[in-house]
């Protein structure tokens, strides 16, 4: 399923609630800086900052998910500004970002990817900025069967037939993904039980971390 037909079935198909590693750390955050919300889906997590006085930029490709954003923008006079394009096309629209949220974006893009993301965030935040990330690991229920199915197409990553693309990475592995960044904190855990939709019950194996620019 694509991402436009994924959020065409669902207004809420990553859930409603803001991401706990957001609610957790809220509190370090600068209200005075935008922030940059990379992949931000439905908008769960920048209306949520939104909502707390936070001005939030969002990069999201899917035109589905951007046309709702922009009506629940419409509704409630919140500041969030939505960008339909990936983060390689983004242009920043802010001199420089207080924090920037890549919160279930990794296992969507391919080593180089990554890379890439991590080159741009550097860009985007300030010194002392915030980067908030997540990723699976490879401890994830799913790894063996996507690794037996899927075609490999680079370390701890696979695409099917229709080029859908997941990829993991390995238990501590995600700190050492962006060099240079201070661990504010670090944690590695088996998430909940949930469904996307009306999809299968399924879980992850989490990693997540917050980074500070130094």
């Known amino acids: 399923m694509s991402f436009d037909a994924a959020f065409r079935s669902d ?12 609610t957790e750390h809220v ?5 005075r800086l935008p922030l940059l919300d990379v992949g931000m889906g439905q908008g769960r997590n920048a209306f949520w900052l939104a909502q707390r ?3 939030v ?5 899917s035109i589905v998910a951007h046309e709702k954003v922009c009506e629940l923008v419409a509704e409630e006079g919140l500041s969030v500004h939505p960008y339909p ?13 207080g924090a920037v949220l890549a919160l279930g974006l ?5 080593r180089e990817g990554i890379a890439l993301l991590g080159s741009r965030v550097d860009q985007w935040l300030v010194e002392g900025g915030l ?3 997540t990723a699976f690991t490879t401890d994830d229920p799913a790894y063996p069967r996507i690794a037996r199915r899927w075609s490999k197409a680079g370390r701890h990553s696979f695409v099917d037939a229709q080029g859908n ?17 201070e661990v504010i904190h670090e944690r590695e855990y088996m998430g909940p039980m949930h469904r996307h939709g009306d999809g299968p019950l399924h879980q992850h194996a989490i990693a997540e971390a917050v980074l500070r620019k130094s």
């Open 57 to 61: 930029d969002g990069i999201e490709p």
């Open 53 to 55: 006085g936070f001005s």
């Open 106 to 110: 990794l296992p969507v893009l391919s």
């Open 27 to 31: 509190h370090q955050l600068d209200s």
């Open 85 to 97: 394009c990936t983060f390689e096309e983004f242009e920043a629209q802010a001199d420089s970002y």
């Open 131 to 133: 980067f908030f990330v």
């Open 11 to 22: 207004d809420s198909y990553f859930g409603a609630r803001p991401d706990p590693l957001l």
């Open 165 to 181: 693309r997941r990829s993991w990475v390995e238990p501590g592995e995600l700190p050492r993904l962006f060099e240079g960044y």
